[in-house]
C-alpha cells in the first residue's frame, strides 16, 4: 500500500483504494508528532530499501534527507540517527524518530524496494552499522 498526497492508501496489485481518514493522520501525528510528517516524506520519496539475504534474514535501511542510510532492524524502536540519540534518549520528546516510523509504516503498508544480497553482503552492512568495520562508509548502503 501506498499513501498518497489525497490521503489515499492504494493496495498493491488489486487497485483497491481506501481513505486515510483526517481522524486516523490527526492521531497519529498527536502520537508521534513531526517525525509522522517527515517519515511520510521519505515514504514518498521511496527512500526505505528491504536487504534480504537467501536464508529469509532482513535488515530494512532508510536514506535520510541528507543522504545518509540508516539500518535498522525490523521491529526493534532504535535508529543511530542523531535526532534518534537527542530527541528520542536524550530529552524524550518523540517516541522515535523519521527512520524507525518510515521503517515501521513501510512494513504495515507493504511498501519499499527489495534488494536481495548475500548472507556476506548483509554481515558486511550489520557490522558496518555497528561501526565494527574500517569501511563503513563505503559497505553501510546498498541504497542508490
Known amino acids: 500500500m ?43 520519496t521511496n527512500c526505505v530499501v528491504y536487504l534480504r539475504s537467501p536464508q ?4 530494512i535501511q532508510v536514506t535520510s534527507s541528507s543522504g545518509i542510510p540508516y539500518t535498522l532492524f525490523p521491529g526493534v524502536n532504535y535508529c543511530s540517527c542523531p535526532a534518534y540519540h537527542y530527541q528520542v534518549i536524550g530529552t524524550q520528546t518523540f517516541l ?13 503498508m507493504h511498501k519499499g524496494r527489495d ?23 563505503d559497505s553501510n548502503s546498498f541504497v542508490t
Do not use: Q, W
Open 2 to 44: 501506498s499513501i498518497n498526497s489525497k490521503n489515499e492508501v492504494n493496495e498493491k496489485g488489486g487497485g483497491v483504494k481506501e481513505k486515510v481518514t483526517d481522524e486516523t493522520l490527526l492521531a497519529l501525528h498527536s502520537m508521534f508528532g513531526s517525525p509522522l510528517e517527515k517519515a511520510l516524506e521519505l515514504l514518498e
Open 56 to 59: 529469509g534474514r532482513y535488515v
Open 115 to 137: 534488494l536481495s544480497v548475500s548472507s556476506d553482503e548483509l554481515t558486511r552492512v550489520l557490522c558496518a552499522a555497528a561501526n565494527l568495520d574500517g569501511d563503513a562508509a
Open 96 to 108: 522515535t524518530c523519521k527512520h524507525v516510523l518510515a521503517a515501521r509504516l513501510a512494513e504495515i
